[in-house]
């Protein structure tokens, strides 16, 4: 059982970064196995705060390898640019960083692609982060998708051109007119610089760590409420976030996961289009999004904002079979005089549930909340458990009873060392 699996439970943005850093050393490895340059994963200590979006989080962490899987699309521009903002923050990844061969390429008509589409849906569009995820998620699928280890080869250059042709008649059909030739330029000079990085066959890279021993911390993107199959579809990122993904996302069999840490915050946030139960659209809402900072760490658009929502956590948690539950943002509520939960949904014919119905966009549901009294007061180096104030000890033994999942890990702020564990 050597390969943990951290993954949000709600629609993104859950803090995953600040945990993946923060536990990453009880690992050797840490890897990202799905999604690409969409996530947005902040990290913040030492006076330093910063986004990764397609490196793993491990990164600071100079003894880990961080390996980016077979299941990422990757967008080589952005990683070059994230290499040489971690080398300017003294962070040298030369040794360890690992890149899939088989990660699916985005080019630049695949970002193309994705604005044309959005643009076409016009009021239905999916808010999508428009960083080409869905167009290369869709060419992997019908096998036309260029790979990581196709720029070692020596006819790459007309097999992009293959994909490019294909992809500009398809931008005839939406008549979407771009110029691509900066994004062209930037892209061969970044495939130039991501040569000097180790290109592996991450399958037998991470079973031969798994041989040796290594334990591996497999960091999602996205959350589960996103999944292609399991998330508000069509309202969806194009993978699986959920627990399954990180085994065809690294090549890792189901045998070797062990924990499942789940996280969540204590409330409830989403950006871009879809349905949203608990969504606020009032001053609580607006007040949640200003002392919790909700704002997209990858396109800065604001997040909408509501309270804890537990059929959808249940069901996350189901379909993950998460072991830990991780909670997060806990300081943004301490002002607040009252916090609710939706422990259900009121169906329009009446009937009362804590289950998802098969559609949640075309379903009305009416949140049933439950009232809690909030702790209002600041939390500030908490040592233990037992020194939470009882408001907030109650809450969290609440959603613990309602999930069937311990919390093992609250965090307070979004400093590195604002992080309780559960001893
Ligand atoms: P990720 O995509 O799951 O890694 O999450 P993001 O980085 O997109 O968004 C989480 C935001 O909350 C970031 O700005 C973090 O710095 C911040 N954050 C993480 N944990 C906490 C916390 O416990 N309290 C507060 N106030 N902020 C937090
Ligand atoms: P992290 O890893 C929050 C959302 C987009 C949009 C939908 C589809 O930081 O939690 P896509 O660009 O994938 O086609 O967008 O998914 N989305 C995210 N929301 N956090 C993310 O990543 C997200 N990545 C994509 O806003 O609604
Ligand atoms: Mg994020």
């Given at each position: 059982?050597?390969?943990?699996?951290?993954?949000g439970?709600q629609?993104?943005?859950?803090?995953?970064g600040?945990i993946v850093?923060?536990?990453?050393?009880?690992y050797?490895v840490?890897?990202?196995f799905?999604g690409?340059?969409?996530a947005?994963?902040?990290l913040?200590?030492d006076?330093?705060?910063?986004?990764?979006?397609?490196?793993?989080?491990?990164?600071?962490?100079?003894?880990?390898?961080n390996l980016i899987?077979?299941?990422?699309?990757?967008?080589?521009?952005t990683l070059?640019?994230?290499i040489?903002?971690?080398?300017k923050?003294?962070?040298?990844l030369?040794?360890?960083l690992f890149?899939?061969k088989?990660?699916q390429?985005i080019?630049?008509t695949?970002?193309?692609?994705d604005a044309a589409?959005?643009k076409?849906?016009?009021?239905?569009k999916i808010?999508?982060?428009?960083r080409?995820?869905?167009?290369?998620?869709a060419d992997?699928?019908?096998r036309v998708?260029?790979r990581?280890?196709?720029?070692?080869?020596p006819d790459?250059k007309e097999?992009y051109?293959a994909?490019k042709?294909?992809?500009l008649?398809q931008?005839?059909?939406?008549a979407y007119?771009?110029?691509l030739q900066?994004?062209?330029e930037?892209f061969?000079?970044?495939?130039e610089?991501?040569k000097s990085?180790?290109?592996?066959?991450?399958e037998?890279?991470?079973?031969?760590?798994?041989?040796?021993g290594s334990?591996?911390l497999a960091?999602g993107?996205q959350g589960?409420?996103?999944?292609?199959?399991?998330?508000s579809y069509?309202?969806?990122?194009?993978?699986?976030?959920t627990?399954?993904?990180a085994?065809t996302g690294l090549?890792v069999?189901?045998?070797?996961?062990?924990?499942?840490l789940?996280?969540?915050k204590?409330y409830?946030t989403?950006?871009?289009?879809g349905p949203?139960?608990?969504?606020?659209f009032?001053?609580t809402?607006e007040r949640l999004r200003r002392?919790?900072?909700?704002?997209?760490a990858?396109?800065g658009?604001?997040r909408?904002?509501?309270?804890l929502?537990l059929?959808?956590l249940?069901y996350?948690?189901?379909?993950?079979?998460?072991?830990?539950l991780?909670m997060?943002?806990a300081?943004?509520?301490?002002e607040?005089?009252e916090?609710?939960?939706?422990t259900?949904?009121?169906?329009?014919?009446?009937?009362?549930?804590?289950?998802?119905?098969y559609c949640l966009n075309?379903t009305k549901?009416?949140?049933?909340y439950q009232r809690?009294?909030?702790?209002q007061?600041?939390l500030?180096?908490l040592?233990?458990?037992e020194e939470?104030p009882?408001?907030?000890?109650?809450?969290?033994r609440?959603?613990?009873q309602q999930?069937?999942v311990?919390v093992t890990?609250l965090s307070?702020?979004?400093?590195?060392k604002d992080?309780l564990m559960r001893?």
């Amino acid at each position: 059982m050597c390969m943990d699996i951290l993954l949000g439970l709600q629609w993104g943005d859950e803090g995953k970064g600040k945990i993946v850093d923060f536990i990453a050393p009880d690992y050797q490895v840490v890897a990202r196995f799905q999604g690409g340059p969409n996530a947005g994963h902040t990290l913040h200590f030492d006076g330093i705060k910063h986004v990764l979006h397609q490196i793993p989080s491990g990164a600071f962490r100079p003894e880990i390898k961080n390996l980016i899987g077979n299941g990422v699309v990757l967008d080589l521009h952005t990683l070059k640019n994230e290499i040489l903002s971690l080398t300017k923050l003294g962070v040298d990844l030369t040794r360890n960083l690992f890149i899939s061969k088989k990660a699916q390429l985005i080019i630049p008509t695949h970002r193309a692609l994705d604005a044309a589409s959005e643009k076409q849906k016009g009021e239905n569009k999916i808010g999508s982060t428009l960083r080409g995820i869905g167009p290369t998620y869709a060419d992997k699928v019908a096998r036309v998708g260029l790979r990581v280890g196709d720029i070692l080869l020596p006819d790459f250059k007309e097999r992009y051109n293959a994909l490019k042709a294909r992809h500009l008649e398809q931008l005839r059909f939406y008549a979407y007119e771009v110029d691509l030739q900066e994004q062209e330029e930037q892209f061969f000079e970044a495939v130039e610089f991501i040569k000097s990085y180790p290109l592996v066959d991450s399958e037998y890279f991470i079973n031969n760590e798994i041989r040796k021993g290594s334990r591996i911390l497999a960091e999602g993107a996205q959350g589960s409420l996103l999944d292609i199959d399991f998330g508000s579809y069509p309202f969806v990122t194009s993978s699986n976030t959920t627990v399954a993904g990180a085994c065809t996302g690294l090549g890792v069999a189901p045998h070797h996961i062990g924990k499942v840490l789940g996280i969540f915050k204590a409330y409830c946030t989403r950006v871009g289009s879809g349905p949203f139960p608990t969504e606020l659209f009032d001053e609580t809402g607006e007040r949640l999004r200003r002392i919790g900072h909700e704002f997209g760490a990858t396109t800065g658009r604001p997040r909408r904002c509501g309270w804890l929502d537990l059929p959808a956590l249940k069901y996350a948690v189901m379909i993950n079979h998460v072991t830990n539950l991780l909670m997060m943002k806990a300081d943004v509520l301490n002002e607040f005089e009252e916090i609710m939960v939706c422990t259900h949904y009121e169906l329009p014919d009446g009937t009362i549930t804590d289950q998802l119905p098969y559609c949640l966009n075309s379903t009305k549901v009416t949140p049933v909340y439950q009232r809690f009294t909030g702790w209002q007061c600041e939390l500030t180096d908490l040592q233990s458990f037992e020194e939470l104030p009882a408001a907030l000890a109650d809450y969290i033994r609440f959603i613990e009873q309602q999930v069937g999942v311990p919390v093992t890990l609250l965090s307070y702020g979004s400093n590195r060392k604002d992080t309780l564990m559960r001893a």
